[in-house]
């Protein structure tokens, strides 16, 4: 099967639709969430858990994959379908973001922005990275051992392409939100050249593979605009929509966005997964999302819940017989209760994080798949409504 | 059901035999590799793994559970079995030897022999623990907080009672090896009778538990007959073998205990589990054993083969599409090669703990269940030998 991408329903007086994206490897239905498999393994789970939870489609890391194995071992492993041993459809993401974010040693980058205080990133950041990002692409520097490498947008579709992915994305570069206006627009134009040679790359051989091309913009409406229009004007597969954003600029900058990349073609939110972003995204024409928080924070111990977030090293899950959340269908939920996970995290048992990370990504893959049962059967106000009144925002 | 235990069939010229260990929560068809749980997990698997790989039995530890969570909230749970979810039979061992090797704050403990070389040790642990052990029982120091505790032979059976386990141990100190004869009749006299209290404590109430006794003797041939002797004079449902035995001692000790013990009740050879133990312990007459060996080597990268052990971590993996053991029928092995092992090892992801262990326990526990059919089929010495001539010994 080639790539595809379908309507069933669009949502009055929303931006939001049900879909199906098709691939080589199988059917996404959307929205969806893609669970993120970073290292070509989904922390601590197996691909029949993955499944077995609802979870449809798995992204791994381009930056990673290079470093570690390398992407000709995984292509000597027949790709990153059989190199995992997961039959359903894949994505890799351009790992750009991550050449910057933690390849940071030539310059600031935005992995800082999450260790510091806005104020004080501000200052910095208001200077670009002057770092080694050149019209080719980005060196960087490996976090594993200090290695020099060089990522051009031809390097890593070429990546790519070894990965083996159905979905893969354009290389980009992902600013700080911080970073002054000028900068962002020099980042963008540089983004939106690299989108060409990405595609140009990707061309060059018949390939299965869909292209992602991907808005940026930052936090300007106008630069936004600008990206989409640029990204519209080439013949991608579909989008991705990138960025570090603030939390209260994603119902915006996303509607900007969809409103100017066309129906027909599936948009993709980078790195976004809290449940109200996940409303708010789909409300503003997203179809899929993907973020690593469900199993971040469940190895922290943070459970979601329908009333919430709690974390179980609370003393007072100790004593607590009930499920991780009443009514929940997770495997976790069917067979443990709180005050079995309370003992594995305390004791550190790996068992714990595997559980917790079982209910979390249960808990939003479902959300997600949920949301797309009521953009089919028209309860999606109620939907919300209810999941509101109990998770509080 | 109550507890039983009936022999199948016995390997003429050996003192090996095939049977079947019946308790409240299952049966055990024994010879049978006890898969540990120390902590009321076993080490990153699920009970279903666990059943999947052929574990037909988990044993716990009275020690840590009394620790963490502490056994009240594991009893408030409804026992172990429903507050790990492990439906098949269980085990608890009774603390002593971990308060020994881990408690040892009081005086030298059994737990230095495994960081130190023999020689210094020898000298060393002459002395008797000094320690806080009296005729009543031992004092210990949590290794968590530092707390102080207190066990006797009554609360060991007492927290084997609340922890519900379908077979526990009494109450015993296991000895250095490099203890002094004096000292090791002195303790073994003291294990004598906290075995009888032990049972007293058992049969306060009435139970479904079996209790079984622990035989003790250190290298002393004529103190190892003594202490079956004196187990064998109590109404015991079965028995232990402890010790801290070095390896060519296992052979000459077993049998001569397994002699004196009763063939109509099942023997366990406590903390033993490499392939070539386990046949000879086999051969003495064992039906039981337990180690934390296959998993903890197997979170250090070493995987059991029919050709030895191998470290996954040893660079020419990283290339190695084959799998990690062929021929064998593991989840891992069924689905992953030892280049994916190997990239989740050096990326240390928790999957490949996951499937290490899989593998590891799967090697060990069908090993034990194919000696037990071939003991069944008359094939023992055949496959001892074909086993060896590919493993090495």
Redesign the interface.
Known sequence: MSFSFNIEKELIGTRARAGVITTPNGEIKTPSFVVVGT????????PEEVKGLGGQVVLANTY?LYL??GEE?VK??GGLHS???WDGPTMTDSGGFQAFSLGVAYGAGIGKLLKKESKEIEEEEKTPPLAKITEDGVAFKSHIDGSEHFFTPEKSINIQQSLGADIIFSFDECTSPYATHEYQKEALLRTHRWAERSLNAHQKEISKQALFGIVQGGRHNELRKESAQFMVSLPFDGFGIGGSFEKEDIDKAVGLVNDILPKQKPRHLLGIGEPEDLFNGIEQGVDTFDCVAPTRIARNGQLYTKNGKINILNAKF??D?STLDDGCGC?ACE???R??L???F??K??????LASIHNLYFIVHLVNSIRDSILDGTFHKLKKNFFAGYGK
Chains 1, 2 share one sequence.
């Open positions: 290292k070509a393994t989904v922390k601590s789970l197996s990673h570690e194995p071992r000597r492993s190199f995992m041993n100790k004593d017989l495997f067979n443990y209760t005050a079995y309370a003992h594995l305390r004791a048992e790996l068992y714990g994080l595997r």
